[in-house]
């Protein structure tokens, strides 16, 4: 009986502690959802009611035409346009270059492998800030100020690319070597094993790669602000701005802009969010 007693106490003290780090969990994530369900509420707002004292949720009146106010205010059609073939393009160039390099370092053996890793590596303790004016001049001298080239290879060869490097490197250095070898006795080449072998068994780190790769260059404001002056070759960061002037903030249509603009993280993430969580758990396993 007793120690009946004493398994039925264990199993209560671990569901109330089960319970409990759920209820934490679930008051984390409500604090953290705030600002995104204030931004949802604010973008069916009347003007006068988004500063409304005391604060109100759920707005009186839903005011849809905020939504269509934003293409009439501005170009919003080519902002976001131009904000998803840039990000295409640059999550497709980056995955590719990063998986090719990353399996380099990590399978292919030569003379000065680990010191290369390293230089590459210092490039990302370089503040982006330092290196704006140098390539700023860098661009005008070939002819690319205001035009999409900069925002597309820059982050492919740069920063961007070397973090993804990185990922890539590590999530390959788990995959056991006893596969490599029996196809490598089966006849297959190097680029062969990395197309047929690798990158499948790779996915979960694709789909972390992806994902950073996406939200870092959808957000980005620095570099387009830097390159592009042409209005209609803004990506939708620049053209968020444009709600903002000297007479202030058009709190309602920059938050219906917002919310328009978070809706392709929001699909990539959910699309992609169960090899995100292996490709960031698998990865740095090993050394």
């Avoid at 205001?146 to 490097?165: E, R, Y």
């Avoid at 959910?270 to 090993?286: C, D, H, N, P, S």
Wanted: glycine share 6%; charged share 15%; aromatic share 14%.
């Amino acid at each position: 009986m007793k120690a009946t007693h004493n398994g039925s106490a264990g199993i209560w003290r671990k569901s109330l502690g089960t319970a409990g780090i759920y209820a934490a969990l679930g008051a984390i994530s409500l604090v953290m959802m705030v600002p995104f369900i204030w931004m949802i509420s604010t973008s069916f707002k009347e003007p006068n009611e988004v500063f409304k004292y005391p604060p109100q949720l759920i707005p009186s009146t839903f005011r849809f035409e905020n939504y269509a106010d934003v293409f009439k205010l501005i170009p919003f059609e080519w902002f976001y346009f131009n904000s998803v073939y840039i990000a295409a393009l640059v999550v497709g160039g980056t995955v590719l270059f990063a998986s090719l390099a990353g399996y380099a370092f990590a399978r292919i053996p030569f003379t000065g492998r680990n010191a290369v890793f390293l230089v590459l590596l210092s490039a990302m303790m370089i503040p982006h800030e330092v290196t704006a004016i140098p390539m700023f001049l860098f661009m005008r001298e070939i002819g690319w100020i205001d035009t999409h080239l900069p925002l597309i290879l820059l982050p492919i060869f740069g920063a961007g690319g070397v973090f993804g490097i990185f990922v890539m490197r590590q999530f390959f250095i788990t995959v056991p070597k006893e596969l490599e070898e029996a196809a490598m006795i089966d006849g297959c080449s190097r680029l062969r094993i990395y197309a047929r072998i690798m990158l499948p068994i790779a996915k979960p780190g694709l789909a972390t790669l992806t994902i950073f790769t996406f939200v870092t260059n959808w957000n980005e404001f620095f570099d387009p602000l830097i390159f592009i002056n042409t209005r209609s070759l803004m990506t939708l960061p620049l053209g968020l701005s444009l709600f903002t002037d000297e007479v202030g903030t058009a709190w309602h249509h920059l938050m219906s802009a917002t919310v328009m603009a978070t809706v392709p993280l929001l699909i990539i993430f959910f699309l992609a969010q169960r090899q995100f969580i292996e490709g960031v758990a698998m990865t740095g396993l090993k050394e």
